[in-house]
């Protein structure tokens, strides 16, 4: 089966100033994307994940390397007509309304007025937009605009779906409306490519993921075999013990955070957790959780970001 996407040693130099110094943006990146997946492509401001997109969607050439797209390169004009695409910042055409900007993109592909008022209702109900189309798009908030901007990214019916930090900027609860539509789009088989910083969005709803620092690919692959399974420390939640108690544990635990009357206690293995709960039901304390504390898609990213600064 052909990859979605597939990179070999792309790369990308710039040249700036009068003497058109060079100034590196991209090296040797690899990815590879299987069908189907949902891909977080990682990365702090600056990293160089904006330009791997433009690279891809053949809007900027590299340097060196090559990038195919379903096993053609991207430099063909009939490869694009299978994706769909949303930039970080999209620019709106503010005068016209939802509904006729989806016309607008609909007839930029070669949609007849009857297929596109067909896939037009589909989308607005999917973006949850229903009853705001008719609205100017200056009147629509940034998570509003972030919608509309992933329906026309899907006007095509497009087969890969590349966002370039589509949750940027938006708050918790559209985060979550954009989460889900990508999760929606999952389901549909769509194959998904995303840039973002945001990693605690990014581990919710990615197959994989690749680790962009300073143009350069630090990691990639499956988040169950990047992560490391193995509990680091057991957080203990409870509440009903006097402080002063406390001094009593400092050999089972010296990490005690107290919020709200409510002490969070971690211990670094099943013998110390056994110990401390025997302690908590002597004291007649209250257990509130029981929280074992693993890798996380932040602790990676961290980690690989200051080996990067050594």
């Known amino acids: 089966m052909q990859r979605a996407i597939e990179t070999h040693k792309l790369g990308k130099v710039f040249r700036s100033g009068f003497l058109l110094k060079k100034i590196p943006a991209l090296s040797d990146v690899s990815l590879n994307v299987e069908p189907g997946t949902t891909f977080g492509f990682l990365g702090p401001n600056g990293a160089g994940k904006t330009t791997t997109i433009k690279l891809l969607l053949g809007l900027i050439r590299p340097t060196f390397g090559e990038a195919r797209i379903f096993g053609k390169s991207v430099d063909e004009v009939s490869v694009r007509a299978k994706i769909g695409f949303l930039p970080e910042r999209p620019y709106f055409y503010e005068y016209l309304t939802g509904l006729e900007f989806l016309h607008f993109c609909g007839e930029l592909f070669g949609l007849n007025q009857t297929d596109r008022s067909r896939k037009i209702e589909s989308l607005l109900n999917l973006v949850h937009l229903k009853g705001a189309e008719h609205t100017q798009l200056r009147q629509y908030s940034k998570g509003m ?164 600064t050594r």
């Open 145 to 308: 605009l972030q919608r509309i901007g992933l329906a026309q990214a899907l006007i095509n019916d497009p087969v890969l779906v590349v966002l370039d930090e589509p949750m940027s900027g938006l708050d918790p609860i559209g985060r979550k409306q954009v989460r889900d539509i990508m999760l929606h789009l999952k389901e549909m088989g769509k194959t998904i490519f995303f840039s973002t910083h945001i990693l605690s969005d990014a581990e919710l709803i990615c197959d994989q993921v690749a680790i962009l620092i300073k143009g350069t690919l630090k990691s990639q692959g499956k988040l169950e075999s990047l992560l490391d399974p193995k509990t680091y420390s057991i957080d203990v939640c409870l509440r009903g013990v006097a402080p002063e108690k406390f001094q009593t544990i400092e050999s089972i635990s010296n990490t005690v955070v107290c919020h709200n009357e409510t002490y969070t206690v971690s211990v670094s293995d099943e013998s110390c957790l056994s110990r401390l709960l025997a302690w908590v039901i002597q004291e007649k304390g209250q257990l509130i959780s029981v929280t074992p504390r693993k890798e996380s898609l932040e602790d990676m990213f961290l980690e690989e970001i200051q080996e990067s």
